[in-house]
Structure formats: structure tokens, C-alpha cells
């Protein structure tokens, strides 16, 4: 999809025109992949464009640098300030939202010590991930030849740039065999997620969604479609999911910030239920709760 430009991006406290945000073809970052980053989205309500739970992927971000040992140069309240800051400078009603924290120009090797940390928080206009049509349409996905990371190889749990090499690499091998999306098996065979959203299926009125310990990272819209699932009487678990159950599923869908909630038609040729009632419930009430039109989720809407 490509980028629409807006005015200014945020970089180390100022905010600098679009065109001007450049860094040295010698940014550390580029070379090794070691910057961390957070998508989140703002949505258009009646009192103005809302960061959907912003503290808490602001969080999120903070946790994916201490696990790769990267000091923050900016307090959590700062850099929260800072993505609201950088919203409002659009003037867009909605936008997607790309915070990152790279090692910058200075230094090279592998020695991140004494690298400098940077940061930069760009917004852009951006549709659904995987369609508008997700929902009623359905995504096309196969299971992937690339395996997720084990956890001692590179720790899924951060939204570390290098890691998501491994996620360009299955989503691509799903686009050229005809497929919309990819989903990633863990080292020992069971589900793990997706390329860039977390896996939902449903077996027998029980809704289920892998584990953190299966490479799954710990999805912030995963842990708002549990809470509204939950909300409206759903029986849903963390447990493992083996590639068979997705076979015999009676729904799947993935969610995720730049995807948020679709469907599952298809599985390895296999054909799944699309859309599933439990899967459309979920979406419907998601949608609502992200332009700040159910009041039990009104807490996660930050005004800009």
C-alpha cells in the first residue's frame, strides 16, 4: 500500500517536515535491524481523532527496548504526548501511526553500547491491512514453509525490525502462491500467528488464541477482541492450536491495529465457515469501540 504523505513527522523532540526526515545511509538500525516499533491507529470520533489505546502500545513499545537493551532517550509520557502531538499536526480525522526507536549515525559493528537511541513517530492515512471487505469477504491464507523464531533466536515478543524479516519472507511466499495472508508455525509445529496479526479459531463454541510461548506476540487488539468476546458470552481460552484444528475450524480470524478484525475463508485449500456469527459479532462491536461508540470501552479512545 502506498504511503500518503502528511506535513510533519516527529524526530528527537521536534517536529520536521515530512520531506526532511532522513537519517545516514550508515544508521546503524539499517544495517543490523535492531530498532524497535508500535502501529496504532487514531480513528475519527465525535470530539476528534482518538489513539486507540495509546499508553498502552506506547507501553508495549518500552518493553520491546528493554528487551533488546535499548535505553529510551524520552519518558513513556513524553513519547505519548509526543504521538498525540504528531496526530493532531496532520489534521487528518484518522490516521496509522508508526512510532519507532532505532540505533542511529555514529557508530557500526555489532556493538550496540555505544550506539545513540533516535526516535521517530510518523502518521499516514492507511486502510484496513488485510481489505475493508475482510470481514464479510474472508482472507485466503496458507501455513508457511518459515518457521516463527524460537524464542532464544530472536525473542518474539519484541516488534524488533529484524524480526519481521521473517514475516516479510512468509507473507510474500503467500502472495506469489496465490494467497492474501500467511500463518506461522512455531518451532514444534503448533500455530503461532500470523505475519502480522494474531489467530483466532473456533472449535466446537470455544474460541481459541495460541500462546505468547507459541511466538506469538502479545497483541494489544488480541487482548481487546478477548475482552469484548468475553463481553458477549464467548467461552475463549489461550491455548495451543495445532495446524489440523484450523482444518476442521468452525470460524478463524485474525486481528491486529493495521488489520484489525477479519475473517478466514480458507486455509490451505481447505474452505472454513465465512463469516463466521462469532467472528461478525466481534468485528461489529470492535468497530464501534474504536471510534468511541460503545461507552464500556470508552477508556481505551485517547483524544489527540
Known sequence: MPITTTPKIWMNGTLVDWDKAQ???????LHYGTGVFEGIRAYETKNGPAIFRLTDHI?????????????????????????????????????????????????MGLNTLPCKVDIAIACWPWGAYLGDDAVEKGVRMK??????????TMPPAAKTVGNYVNSTLAKVEALKAGYDEAIMLAPNGLIAECTGENIFCVRDGIILTPPTSAGALEGITQNSVMR??????????????????????????ACGTAAEVGSVSMVDERLIPCPGPMTRAIAAVYAKAVRGQDERYIDWCELA
Open 23 to 29: 537519517v545516514h545511509v550508515l544508521t546503524h538500525t
Open 59 to 107: 507501553k508495549r513499545f518500552y518493553n520491546s527496548a528493554k528487551i533488546m537493551g535499548m535505553d529510551m532517550p524520552y519518558s513513556v509520557e513524553e513519547i505519548v504526548q509526543a504521538t498525540k502531538d504528531t496526530v493532531r499536526s496532520t489534521g487528518l480525522p484518522a490516521c496509522y501511526i508508526r512510532p519507532l526507536a532505532y540505533y542511529g549515525y555514529g557508530e
Open 143 to 152: 501455513v508457511s514453509s518459515w518457521t516463527r523464531h524460537d524464542h532464544n
Open 228 to 253: 469484548i468476546a468475553r463481553d458477549l458470552g464467548y467461552d475463549i481460552r489461550v491455548d495451543n492450536i495445532a495446524r489440523s484444528d484450523l482444518y476442521i475450524a468452525d470460524e478463524i480470524f
